[in-house]
């Protein structure tokens, strides 16, 4: 049976019927005539609930991974290279992206974050260029820096509702990018958050943000109206030059 033809089918799968799509698809691990892993489950090291740090980095042969059940967090830079990585089954356990654990994955182009997940560390998912959708779990209480910058095709944000710190330029330069809905829970927003974001053309800040730092929105020139609380604290550059199109609530 064609593997591609499978990987189509089972693309968009809930992650529990991994062991389903597992046992039916993949009797045993894929590899190419390099003897190189194509289709992998992916263990965490004996005796814990990781996946060991630069785990299958640089791997450009690799394609669709999906995660053993017992895995919480992904080691820094597990996956990080891994230019032909277009699927990803995450599991129901899992709670910690690790830093640049998807760094430079050029092929992924959706992603849905688990609600098991709590925290997505700096630079996890940097440099996807083809990521277009982003679904962010309702666990999700801190995106840190640069965890999403440089995906420039992502189109569709959705973002989980317990997020309350948007961390330094988490979504910098994602130029495709033309709205953006904030949870009730946002708090923070900081420097560079989503800085050269030339798409943007709306978003709104919910009544409970506290603070949105320097150049947080800088050179997002597509901009045209903001409306923000009184009680939200803000820099002269937050929006860099565009400080004209700033409507406050009182």
Known sequence: MDLDFLLDKIENYEPGLIDIIFSFVFPKCHKDQEGKYEYVLAKPLKGTNKLQKEAFKDNKNLKMVIL???????????????????????NDNLRVIEPKAFLECYSLKSLRIPDSV????????????????????????????????????????????????????AFYKCYNLKKVKLPQSVRNIMIFAFAKCISLTEINFPENVISIKQKAFDDCLSLKE????????YFVNTFGFNTNIITIYT
Do not use: P
């Not at 910058?149 to 317990?162: A, D, E, N, T, Y």
């Open 226 to 233: 903001i409306t923000i609380y009184d009680k939200t604290s």
């Open 118 to 169: 709590v925290t997505i560390r700096w630079s996890a998912f940097s440099e996807c260029s083809s990521l277009n959708t982003l679904f962010l779990g309702n666990s999700v209480t801190n995106i840190e820096g640069a965890s999403f910058s440089l995906c420039s095709s992502l189109k569709v944000l959705i973002m989980g509702q317990s997020v309350k710190d948007i961390g330094y330029a």
């Open 68 to 90: 053993d059940k017992n895995i919480e967090v992904i080691g820094e830079q597990a996956f990080s290279g891994c230019s032909s990585l277009s699927i990803i089954i995450f």
